[in-house]
Nanobody, 126 residues
Framework: QVQLVESGGGLVQAGGSLRLSCAAS????????MGWFRQAPGKERDFVAA????????RYADSMKGRFTISRDNAKNTVSLQMSSLKPEDTAVYYC???????????????????WGQGTQVTVSS
């Protein structure tokens, strides 16, 4: 079973950049697809981006395309989310999630990821 710990959140002005990291332990990291989700107060947890376990293919929510970049380093057991051109509406708690490869292909649905980190707060001021 994999454990996930996010870091890198904080306060940034609109138009700025932030890089989130997620460190994994306790499992074979390269056998998990990794996703980032976010949840704003009073709202559902939304898909942000995901990366396949083996070939680096990625998928993004439409509103993040061109602004966010997901990457992973299987040697370091980490997945990152580089965020740029941030907007106040990007303010949320950002979560890292893991889905075993044998559960099927990468998904945008939070319910298909069994492992989650505790989240890191990102606040974008206007």
């Amino acid at each position: 079973q994999v454990q996930l710990v996010e870091s890198g959140g904080g306060l940034v002005q609109a138009g700025g950049s932030l890089r989130l990291s997620c460190a994994a332990s306790g499992g074979t990291f390269s056998s998990y697809a990794m996703g980032w989700f976010r949840q704003a107060p009073g709202k559902e947890r939304d898909f942000v981006a995901a990366i396949w376990w083996n070939d680096g293919n990625t998928r993004y929510a439409d509103s993040m395309k061109g602004r966010f970049t997901i990457s992973r380093d299987n040697a370091k057991n980490t997945v990152s989310l580089q965020m740029s051109s941030l907007k106040p509406e990007d303010t949320a708690v950002y979560y890292c999630a893991a889905k075993p490869f044998h559960w099927g292909t990468v998904s945008t649905r939070a319910s298909e990821y069994p492992y989650w980190g505790q989240g890191t707060q990102v606040t974008v001021s206007s």
